[in-house]
Each structure stands twice: as structure tokens, then as C-alpha cells.
């Protein structure tokens, strides 16, 4: 059995530059080995980092090197579904950036291509690997602010620039695909239960991409409200709301990048606060993924679970209209 995954990345995007390549680079039991670009000026940073690195000018010749085992996909979102289904077929391993789809009906399908290739194929939703999330989870499982009744939460940034992929219809651009996946898929984590209804959706619309989406839902057992943009001051935060008390973590997406990552629990005039300083969820990610692939552990992010926060983006979107 080999002790470790040797990993190509497809294509050579900025987000894979600064923070995934260099975290398959760290993380154990992983070696990036290949990329496909057939930009030379554009393979010079990856190779910096990863001596060696054998670079392909085609996304095919990319696929038939026998030489890479996992493939990580940070391509535009409308082309995730394409290439991963393409990876799983060259009997590659696949985390591709999120969202995995524009829509739950087309991750069926890699689900199905998954179990045919006997592959691992994963969305790469890193915060679920950020402790965190693993201790919201725990603490709300424990009774640690009682019954729940309320979740809050919101994540904005600003981006206006209309050549960028996010702003582009063509390419599923938006911000509900971009980060409404953070703000659903984060409760669906820690609650365990799914959404009942989509009670409003109000969303603001910019040359056919939401720039802003403010939501109210129902699940079995408490209400949320949440919202995102790309139009507003950089933000984030989700709060949990308990009979109890009030769990609240202030740097829930972007770990290190817009803050620590540090979780508040308020119950009467007492505070608890937990903190992790140094944990880094994109190397945390690469290493459950290579513990998966390599000896059968538990993926905490399966495709059944991108599913289930695909299938919440396409309620808001069909209440919106």
C-alpha cells in the first residue's frame, strides 16, 4: 500500500498559488509532483515551491500522466462537475474548490462516477477540517448553551471587478455560490439537521450575478437567518442561539487570513473562549484527504454532504425567483 498521494493540480489559479499548493506541499503523507498550465510564467511560483515539478501544457496530457494519484481542481465553479467526472474516469483522486456544482442534481452523477472508480472525490470545503467547527459541533451536542432556537450568520467581501470570475454569470459566478456554501453548509455541520424551508430570500442582482442575499429559513428544531455579499465591507461571523447561551465564532471562513480563529461561549456574565492561533485548515484538509484515500478513514466532507448544502443554494435561489 503506498504511504503517500502524489498530487497534480489543474490549472495554475492564483487561490492554488497561495494557499492550496503550498498546503499539499506541507501537509503529511502528500507531494505535489504536477500542474497543468501551459503558461511557463505562470508554473514559476508552484515550482518554487515544489522542486521538481513536472508541468503539462494540456489538461489531458495532465490526466494521463500515471505518475499523479490525486488531483486537486481549482478551476472556474462551471467547469467542476466536467473535470472532476474527467479526473474520476482517469482513475484519479479528486478535491475540487467549491461549490462542487451548480446544482445538487449534477453531484448525483459524480457520486455515481466516485463509487465506479473506487476513487475518493470531495468538495473542498476546508473549514469542516478548521477544530473549530470540530468543537461547535461538541459543545453544541453537550447541552453547552441548551436547547438551540437560532442561528445567525454573515459573510461579506467587496468585489466589483467585472472581469473577475465571481462577477461572471457564464462562469456560475455570485455570491451565494461564492460563500453562501460557508454560511448554509457551517449550520448543516453543527447541527446535523437540513433546512425545512426557505421562509424569504431577498437577493440583489448585478449584470446576472446576486452581488447581495439575505435569507430566512426553517429547520426542525430552530430558525436561521443569514446573509451574504460581495458588495459590502469585508465580514464574518455565525452565532448560535441557545436557551442556555450563545456560541459565537468571529473568524468562522477565513482562519488567519481576516483573524485568529477564536470561539465565544457566553452564558450569563461568564465567557469562554477558545482559540487556535496556528491551526491551518487547507493543510488539515490535504492531510484527511491523503488519511482517506490512502487507508480507508472517514472523510468528514463526503459528496453526500456537498449535496445537502448544494440543496439549500437551489432553495434560496428558487425562492428568490
Known amino acids: 500500500m503506498a504511504d503517500h498521494l502524489r498530487w497534480g493540480i489543474l490549472g495554475a489559479a492564483k487561490f ?11 501537509a503529511r503523507r502528500g507531494e505535489l509532483v504536477a500542474l497543468a498550465t501551459s503558461s511557463p510564467e505562470k508554473a514559476a511560483p508552484f515550482a518554487a515551491f515544489a522542486p521538481g515539478l513536472r508541468v ?16 486537486y481542481i481549482p478551476l472556474p465553479n462551471h467547469l467542476h462537475v466536467e473535470w472532476t467526472d474527467k479526473a474520476l474516469k482517469a482513475g ?12 445538487a442534481g449534477e453531484i448525483d452523477g459524480l457520486i455515481a462516477a466516485r463509487d465506479t472508480a473506487g476513487k475518493l472525490a470531495a468538495e473542498a470545503y476546508m473549514i469542516v477540517h478548521h477544530p473549530q467547527w470540530h468543537k461547535a459541533r461538541a459543545l453544541l451536542a453537550e447541552g ?18 467585472g472581469g473577475n470570475i465571481r462577477n461572471k454569470p457564464e462562469t456560475g459566478g455570485g455570491g451565494i455560490r461564492d460563500i453562501g456554501v460557508y454560511i448554509y ?18 437577493v440583489d ?3 446576472g ?3 447581495f442575499a439575505s435569507i430566512a429559513a426553517r ?17 464574518q461571523e455565525v452565532t448560535f442561539h441557545g436557551t442556555d447561551g450563545v456560541m459565537k465564532l468571529t473568524t468562522p471562513f477565513n482562519a488567519r487570513v481576516f483573524g485568529e480563529a477564536r470561539l465565544e461561549v457566553r452564558r450569563g456574565m461568564e465567557v469562554v473562549t477558545h482559540r487556535w492561533p496556528q491551526a491551518d485548515h487547507y493543510v488539515l484538509q490535504v492531510e484527511a484527504f491523503n488519511a482517506s484515500a490512502l487507508d480507508g478513514d472517514d472523510y468528514p466532507c463526503p459528496l453526500e454532504f456537498s449535496r445537502g448544502t448544494q440543496r439549500m443554494i437551489d432553495m434560496v435561489f428558487a425562492k428568490a425567483g
Not at 16 to 26: D, L, Q, S, T, V
Not at 92 to 103: D, G, Q, S, T, Y
Open 16 to 26: 492554488a498559488r497561495e494557499f492550496m499548493g503550498p498546503a499539499i506541499h506541507a
Open 56 to 71: 503539462h501544457d494540456s489538461y489531458d496530457a495532465f490526466l494521463a500522466d500515471p505518475e499523479i494519484d490525486a488531483v
Open 92 to 103: 484519479k483522486h479528486v478535491l475540487c474548490e467549491k461549490p462542487m456544482a451548480l446544482a
Open 144 to 161: 453547552a448553551i441548551g436547547t438551540l432556537r437560532m442561528v445567525d450568520a454573515g459573510f461579506s467581501f467587496f468585489n466589483d471587478d
Open 185 to 202: 453548509g457551517c449550520t448543516r455541520f453543527v447541527t446535523g439537521e437540513e433546512p425545512e424551508e426557505i421562509v424569504s430570500a431577498r
Open 205 to 207: 442582482w448585478e449584470n
Open 209 to 211: 450575478v446576486d452581488t
Open 219 to 235: 429547520f426542525p428544531s430552530f430558525d436561521y437567518a443569514g446573509y451574504v455579499s460581495t458588495r459590502l465591507s469585508p465580514y
